[in-house]
């Protein structure tokens, strides 16, 4: 076995492949740019190299720098995750020619695999199902449009150089090929510099199925079954699981064997992939092989009880696979979901930001075990525009798939995350949908379903509001306290004032109520009452209506999060000092509608100004406010100085609009 190895990637797969590594008692070589100085896969490692600015085009794909830290470091072998250089056969070259070992295939099967079209080319040969279509040399444009009507309509163009999604377009009809044909080869040549394209039959309704390969140098290959990877959005997996639903023996047999071919055909060494596309009916065809570890290995981890990682280094070392056929079993059930730092609301777009507060299941005590979280960052670690916006991977085991499904709903409802907006909630209801439920699975399922994935957004349910309104209420957010401004008021022993927050685009209304002894909120035309409350830094705990509740509250810049069962509500305030002048010109008085301090003046008394003009500042809720001259007019007198503390209420300056 290595002494040494280094991990020629970052985040949660050189975390995973560190943490294996260790038990195996290996030393491990972290490399990092100078975005990951501090990120957790640097602190895992027992060495690390700086080798580039953040941009991974001049850090983690920079080949002479990663083969030279090796050698500083003295690794013998380099393990490159998945992603940057893992499919790069000059990379798994250039380890061999400098005495390294290369954890993955030899640099003759990448090339092989490489190209969907020269792969496709070589399992024909080795009697692999592929899709109908052509994948050959010739690329003019009525040639291919030839082979597309032959082949029938719905066809898909692929780039043959293509990967994670990109260079795909659908072609509905004869008519829109030749479009489609330019746009294609447009990205292929931005994305991958080559713009030869294929040309398949596009399946309806299809299910991406895929078998999880292993080879060792002594001939032996064998297959660890299979993960459905059907729930998918852009082409690209959402939810990872294993075993398919609905497989038969048989076909896991046939499939199995079909992949060991396409392994064999290539002179295959290592874990690999190989990924097939199939119909409903159950017929599959060969897609793509990925030479390397995929990110949705885990699922397979939990179903057999090996780890792959361990495979990869023994095999890299030498020794043979540790298990054979016959010895692998499946074990119940195990389901992935990624979670990623984007917006499914605005088409999944990636989302960038620090993690100012991560909270994820891995603390979270469950009660019969078998959540795992496999993630590369830390809170106060921030998601850039550099890398792959995935914040963690959720994986759970169960007896059976709902078993497996319900602990993935427990352990998403205890996943905490403020700061870039996430998927969280998008796959809590993915999750729940009764298609996914009842195993309908098929490529499509995200886009079919959207109207149950994006409900319109509902109200912010009383007990947030309580929580939210509870926060406020403490030592840091004290300068706006809704219940405790009111003090003075309480000329009867009761007092009533008006509130009004925004959450996700819509203004919500409410009543508080302050009478001798309890709070009382009116909200959505219910009264209810507050009590007990707690506020230790983020956790909240009160009693509402009799009920007792906790939830978390973080204050970030002036939106209020707002985490509670599993929920995440964003809480704006409605800044009522932002609307001081509109109501209150009439009578040239402007006054505080809550209490705070006089910040700056930024008029002299006298001072003729314009509509609009800032007169002074205030801060109230430790935001500054500006108060801004209701109409065109004049300054008549300044009632505060700056440092003063101002009531709410408190008329601020005297204001004479002029006559129009
Ligand atoms: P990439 O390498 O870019 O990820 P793949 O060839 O692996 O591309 O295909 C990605 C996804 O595109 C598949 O999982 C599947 O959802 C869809 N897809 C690919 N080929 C077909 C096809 N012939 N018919 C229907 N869908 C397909």
Redesign the pocket.
């Known amino acids: 076995m290595f002494n040494k190895v280094l991990i020629a990637n970052r985040g949660e797969i050189a975390c995973r492949v560190a943490a294996t590594a260790r038990r195996l008692g290996i030393r491990t070589v972290a490399v990092y740019s100078q975005a990951d100085a501090q990120s957790q896969h640097v602190a895992m490692c027992d060495e690390s190299v700086l080798i580039g600015p953040a941009s991974a085009k001049e850090s983690y794909l920079q080949i002479e720098r990663i083969i030279a830290a090796a050698r500083e470091t003295g690794a013998e072998a380099i393990h490159p995750g998945y992603g940057f250089l893992s499919e790069n056969e000059e990379f798994a070259a250039a380890c061999e020619a400098n005495g390294m070992v290369f954890i993955g295939p030899p640099a003759s099967a990448i090339r092989a695999m490489g190209s969907?079209s020269a792969a496709k080319a070589l399992m024909e040969k080795a009697h692999v199902p592929l899709?109908p279509g052509y994948h050959g040399e010739r690329q003019e444009s009525d040639f291919l449009r030839e082979q597309a009507d032959a082949i029938g309509y719905p066809v898909?163009l692929?780039a043959s150089a293509?990967?994670?999604?990109?260079g795909?377009r659908i072609v509905e009809r004869g008519e829109d090929f030749e479009a489609a044909l330019a746009s294609c080869k447009r990205e292929a040549i931005n994305s991958f510099g080559d713009d030869r394209v294929l040309v398949?039959?596009?399946?309806q309704q299809?299910r991406?199925i895929e078998i999880q390969v292993f080879a060792d140098n002594q001939g032996d290959c064998v297959y660890l079954f299979e993960r459905d990877?059907s729930v998918?959005r852009r082409?690209q997996k959402v939810l990872e699981e294993a075993p398919a639903p609905g497989m038969t023996p048989e076909r896991r047999q046939a499939m199995g064997e079909a992949a060991v071919n396409a392994a064999r055909a290539v002179g295959y060494v290592g874990a690999g992939t190989v990924?097939f596309?199939a119909n409903q009916d159950g017929s599959f065809y060969f897609?793509?092989m990925n030479t390397r570890l995929q990110v949705e290995h885990p699922v397979t981890e939990l179903i057999t009880g090996t780890d792959l990682v361990e495979w990869q280094l023994r095999v890299a070392a030498g020794e043979p696979l540790p298990l054979q056929q016959q010895d692998l079993r499946i074990d119940g059930h195990a389901i992935e979901a990624r979670i990623y730092a984007e917006n499914p609301e605005k088409g999944f777009l990636p989302s960038t930001g620090s993690l100012l507060h991560l909270r994820l299941p891995e603390a979270v005590a469950f009660a019969h075990g078998e959540v795992r979280i496999d993630a590369g960052v830390r809170q106060g670690d921030a998601i850039t525009p550099h890398y792959d916006p995935m914040i963690a991977k959720l994986i759970v085991h169960g007896d059976d798939r709902s078993q497996a499904l319900a602990r993935m709903q427990q352990a998403l409802q205890a996943i905490e995350i403020v700061g870039p907006a996430t998927n969280v909630a998008f796959l809590a209801r993915l999750i729940a949908t009764p298609a996914f439920t009842n195993a309908e699975l098929d490529?499509g399922l995200i886009d079919r379903h959207h109207a149950l994935l994006f409900p319109p957004a509902e109200s912010v349910p009383i007990e947030m509001v309580a929580l939210w309104l509870a926060k406020l209420t403490t030592p840091e957010t004290t300068s706006y306290d809704p219940w405790g401004s009111v003090q003075g008021w309480r000329l009867n022993g009761r007092y009533r004032r008006q509130l009004r927050f925004n959450c996700d685009d819509q203004e919500f209304a409410l009543e508080l109520d302050y009478r001798r002894d309890s709070r009382y909120i009116a909200y959505q035309s219910q009264e209810t009452m507050l009590s007990q409350v707690n506020v230790d830094q983020t956790e909240v705990s009160l009693l509402i209506a009799g009920r007792h509740i906790s939830g978390r509250v973080i204050w970030v810049d002036d939106r209020f999060h707002v985490l509670w069962q599993g929920s995440h509500r964003v809480i704006s305030w409605s800044d009522p000092i932002a609307h001081a002048g509109e109501s209150e010109s009439d009578d040239g008085r402007l006054t505080a509608p809550m209490p705070g301090k006089i910040v700056q003046l930024m008029v002299a008394e006298g001072a003729s100004v314009e509509k609009g003009a800032p007169l002074l500042i205030m801060e109230a809720m430790k935001m500054e406010h500006t108060i801004s001259a209701p109409a065109k007019g004049k300054v008549e007198a300044l009632n505060y100085a700056v440092g003063d503390q101002v009531a709410e209420g408190a008329q601020l300056l005297s204001f004479a609009p002029e006559a129009s």
């Not at 293509?162 to 990109?166: A, D, L, M, N, V």
């Not at 398949?200 to 399946?203: C, G, N």
Request: hydrophobic share 25%.
């Open positions: 969907k899709v898909l692929k293509g990967g994670g999604g990109k795909m398949e039959k596009y399946l299809p991406h990877c998918q082409h990924e596309i897609m793509e490529t």
